[in-house]
Structure formats: C-alpha cells, structure tokens
C-alpha cells in the first residue's frame, strides 16, 4: 500500500469520526461518542503511518529527493489536519467533551479532502531554499499552532451558539442539542487553554522561521507577505492573551477574537499562498 491509498483511508475515517460526533449531539448516546472517539484514534494512528511513508517513499525517488514530508502546498495540509487530531485528542485527556468533536473534526476532514481531490501529491525535490532542517523546526511548530487554534475556534463557535440560546432562554434548562454541550464556562476554559498551547508554538515558528530566512536568504526579517501576517496573526492572539490578564475578557468578546484569529491564520497560511506573491509562493 502506498501512502496516497493511506491518505485515503485516513479521510475516509475522518469522514466516519465526523458523522459519529453528529451522531451523538443528536443521540446523546455514549457508546456512539465512545465509537466516535475511537476511530478518531485509529484515524490519527493510521495518518501518522502514512506521514512516515510517505517521508520513506521520498527516499525511494531516482535522485535521492528524500525529506521530511513538509515541502509542498499538499504535505503542508495534509500535515495540518494530523496536527488538529493530535491537538484535539491531547485536549479531550484533559476535558472529555465528546461533542466538541463535532465542531473540530470537520477542519481535519475538509482539509485532507480538499488535499486528496485538488493539490498535486507527487514528491518533488527541495529547492535550494527548502534545503535545511530549519524548514522541519519552522513548519512543525507552526502547524501545531495552527492547529490549537483551529480547535479555539470550533469550540468559540459552539459557545456563540450556546450563550445566544441561553440569553434567549431565560434561565431555564436548555434542551436538544444544545443541551449536550459543554457548559459555557468549560466552552471558554477549553478556548483558553488551546491559544495559550498555540501562541508559544506560534511564536517558536516565527523565529525558526527568522533564523531559517537568515541561512536562506541572509536576512532575518524581509517583510516578505508570509512573514507580515504570521506578525498578524501573532498580534491577535496576544492581543486575545493580554484582555484576559489585564482587563478580564471572556465569553462572547473572548470567542469572537478567537474566531477571528483563526480566519486570519488561514489567510496566513492559504491566502499568502494562493493569492499573494512573495518569498514562500514556492508553498503553492
């Protein structure tokens, strides 16, 4: 089996974990969050698998092109949706809110979908700048990043809905659905404790990528598109950080900022490829 046919189970799998978590906002059946939380598991194990492969076929190429499996448009999202499963799975140790999964695991699902069906999969040799165990450092810890922030955001969205149906409630026990989430204080920990998990690994990417740029291209900072939004991006979530310490910010104000940093992290990582030219267009 090659690791494009992995890939391929691995989003099938995704798809099913997906399906499940559904399943059980409407359920509320324990053994379907349990099923749910289990191919989860399996899914991440076998993504981990086909990482590896794919990292040994490159080494297996005429001209001896074998890297860590970082390089391209494809690696990079297909390595994002791994590191929004590990991400959420170390979370849920701590948490055990089966239907958060509903609102995560379509970003990991969506993302290898769009990769297996619309990016080119074939291994191509480094260019020149890509040459150095810097890229390693640089798109691991950025990615994890990305990734706690991506679950931020799915669990800001389930607490916008929750706090509009309890305002419209008027104390009174809600139901549904909506009654199977997590409380809308356990909603805004689990915002707080991915940012402040993705904010040091943002940071540490950011200068890996500066030192990275140094041996590449001899400076550390260009403002190069890629590198003025990562700054962005890095504002906001210290920006999110700061109103929580100094002034108090939780709840509705704390969600939306953690929405709309991750749009921001996504148009720092697709839009600054796709759309804009500049020092990391080799991406797409």
Not at 21 to 40: E, N, P
Not at 257 to 280: E, K, W
């Amino acid at each position: 089996m090659e690791s494009g046919q992995l890939f391929n189970l691995v989003t099938l799998g995704y798809f099913i974990a997906m399906v499940l978590f559904i399943t059980y906002l409407a359920t509320r059946s324990s053994k379907v969050a349990l099923a749910a939380h289990l191919v989860s598991l399996v899914g991440v194990i076998m993504h981990t698998l086909a990482i590896g492969m794919r990292w040994y076929e490159s080494y297996q190429m005429p001209g001896g092109v074998g890297h860590a499996p970082l390089s391209n448009l494809y690696e990079s999202v297909v390595f994002f949706a791994w590191t929004i499963l590990v991400i959420y799975l170390l979370l849920d140790i701590k948490y055990k809110q089966r239907s958060v999964g509903a609102f995560v695991i379509p970003f990991a699902f969506f993302a290898m979908t769009w990769a297996q069906l619309k990016l080119n999969t074939s291994i191509e040799p480094l260019v020149p700048a890509l040459q150095s165990n810097w890229l390693t450092y640089h798109v691991i810890t950025c990615f994890l990043g990305y990734a706690a922030f991506a679950v931020a955001c799915g669990v800001s969205i389930m607490y916008l809905i929750k706090i509009g149906k309890e305002e419209k409630s008027d104390g009174s026990p809600i139901g549904g659905i909506l009654g199977i989430f997590p409380s809308v204080r356990i909603l805004d920990e689990i915002n707080y404790s991915a940012i402040m998990i993705g904010f040091p690994l943002l940071t540490i990417g950011i200068v890996t990528g500066a030192a990275w740029a140094n041996y590449a291209w001899g400076t550390y900072w260009s403002w190069d598109p890629k590198e003025t939004w990562s700054l962005i991006v890095w504002f906001v979530y210290a920006a999110f950080l700061h109103a929580r310490f100094t002034r108090g910010w939780v709840g509705r104000r704390a969600a939306w900022l953690s929405i709309i940093g991750f749009a921001a992290t996504i148009f720092c990582y697709l839009g600054v490829n796709l759309v804009l030219s500049g020092l990391h267009s080799y991406g797409g």
